[in-house]
């Protein structure tokens, strides 16, 4: 089954230090790995994703990801964050089974807060 | 900005009624996705539309019900509304349906159930 785990409901961080959201994975084949940020009444925005190729994906406004195939993980980082990043923030998982290429499997979200 | 509009932004029904939700997707995508995001939630999916057709399906009841439109808007239609029906209802559209871009994701219509 594929599935998502976010294991943090909230991430606190100060402004202008290093942040990271956490999310491992489970999937049947090869991980199509996502990460959406929700800022409050909105949809959800595209940050970055990971299909193939390196395993440090770098994304919109400074974030980036790293991929870690023997920890199924797929960690969320920015190397200093802004109050502006205060959201919730939701890793998603593809499920790429054939005839399955549509299905995203979001996890329960982390709410990220940037204190000044 | 985002390109994808759904209308109402907000609705409140009564138990047992039906509703329909209306999705614009972003110019040059042929692909819509309907997603369920009940409160403090990650989206569920509900089902996804590629050129009109039906292209797969979460695990949700036969009253979710959709549409797509030769444009590629697309429709969410509950009947026998239920309480736990209440929640965030987001329509995603992409260029291909696999999703390789990502999607493109509505505000959302609230949907409350009384």
């Known amino acids: 089954a594929q599935s998502v785990a976010q294991p943090e409901d909230q991430v606190n961080v100060a402004e202008g230090n290093p942040l990271t959201v956490k999310c491992t994975y489970s999937?049947?084949?090869?991980?199509?790995l996502f990460w959406y940020v929700q800022y409050p009444n909105r949809g959800l925005q595209f940050l970055l994703k990971?299909?193939?190729?390196?395993?440090l994906v770098k994304g919109s406004y400074g974030f980036e990801a790293e991929f870690n195939k023997s920890q199924t993980s797929f960690h969320l980082k920015k190397p200093s964050a802004l109050v502006s990043d205060s959201a919730l923030y939701f890793c998603?998982?593809?499920?790429?089974?054939?005839?399955?290429?549509?299905?995203?499997?979001f996890g329960s979200g982390t709410k990220l807060n940037v204190k000044p | 900005e985002t390109g994808v509009t759904q209308s109402p932004t907000h609705l409140i029904k009564t138990r047992g009624q039906q509703v329909t939700l209306r999705c614009s997707s972003q110019?040059?995508?042929?692909?819509v996705s309907w997603y369920q995001q009940a409160l403090g939630q990650g989206p569920q999916f509900i089902f996804q539309?590629?050129?009109?057709?039906?292209?797969g399906r979460g695990n949700f009841p036969p009253r979710f019900s959709g549409l797509q439109f030769p444009n590629y808007s697309s429709e969410l239609n509950v009947n026998a509304l239920e309480l736990d029906d209440s929640a965030l209802y987001l329509c995603?559209?992409?260029?291909?349906?696999?999703?390789?871009?990502?999607?493109?994701f509505g505000s959302g219509t609230r949907l409350t159930v009384v």
């Open positions: 110019s040059g995508h042929n692909t």
């Open positions: 995603a559209s992409s260029s291909d349906k696999q999703g390789n871009y990502g999607y493109t």
């Open positions: 539309y590629y050129r009109e057709e039906e292209n």
């Open positions: 998603a998982v593809r499920d790429s089974r054939f005839g399955n290429f549509n299905k995203f499997y």
């Open positions: 990971y299909i193939t190729g390196d395993n």
């Open positions: 999937v049947s084949g090869n991980p199509y």
